[in-house]
Nanobody, 127 residues
Framework: QVQVAESGENSVQPGESLRLSCTIS????????VGWFRQPPGKGRFDVAL?????????HYADSVKDRFTISQDPAKNTVYLQMNSLTPEDTAIYYC???????????????????WGQGTQVTVSP
C-alpha cells in the first residue's frame, strides 16, 4: 500500500525560503513519477514541480515557479523535497505531494494521472 505524507504547515514572509518534505512508502522511486501540486485559496489544483527518473532525469516546473523552486528526491530516505525560494503571497496554497506511473520521457501535469496523494500541507506567505 502506497502512503504519502507531507511535512507540517508553514508560514513565512515574502522573499523567504522554505523546503517541503514528503515521505512516500510502499513504492520504488525509480518506478514512479513524483512531485508537487498546489491548490491556492478558492482555486483548483495546479502543477508545481514533477520528477521522473525512470528513464533518466526528467523534470517539469510550472512557469510561475521556474528558477525559484527545485524538486529533488532521496530514494534512500523515500523522501521527495521541494526547495522554494523567493516566496511571494501568490505562492500561498495547500501543497500536495503526489506519485504516479512514469512516462520516462516527460512529466504529465494531468491531475488525475497521479493516483497517490498526500493529505496536503498549508504554506502561507504573508508580511
Amino acid at each position: 500500500q502506497v502512503q504519502v505524507a507531507e511535512s507540517g504547515e508553514n508560514s513565512v514572509q515574502p522573499g523567504e525560503s522554505l523546503r517541503l518534505s514528503c515521505t512516500i512508502s510502499g513504492l520504488t522511486f525509480d518506478d514512479y513519477a513524483v512531485g508537487w501540486f498546489r491548490q491556492p485559496p478558492g482555486k483548483g489544483r495546479f502543477d508545481v514541480a514533477l520528477l521522473d527518473v525512470s528513464g533518466g532525469i526528467v523534470t517539469h516546473y510550472a512557469d510561475s515557479v521556474k528558477d525559484r523552486f527545485t524538486i529533488s528526491q532521496d530514494p534512500a530516505k523515500n523522501t521527495v523535497y521541494l526547495q522554494m525560494n523567493s516566496l511571494t503571497p501568490e505562492d500561498t496554497a495547500i501543497y500536495y505531494c503526489v506519485a504516479g506511473r512514469p512516462l520516462a520521457s516527460t512529466c504529465t501535469v494531468i491531475v488525475g494521472w497521479y493516483k497517490h496523494w498526500g493529505q496536503g500541507t498549508q504554506v502561507t506567505v504573508s508580511p
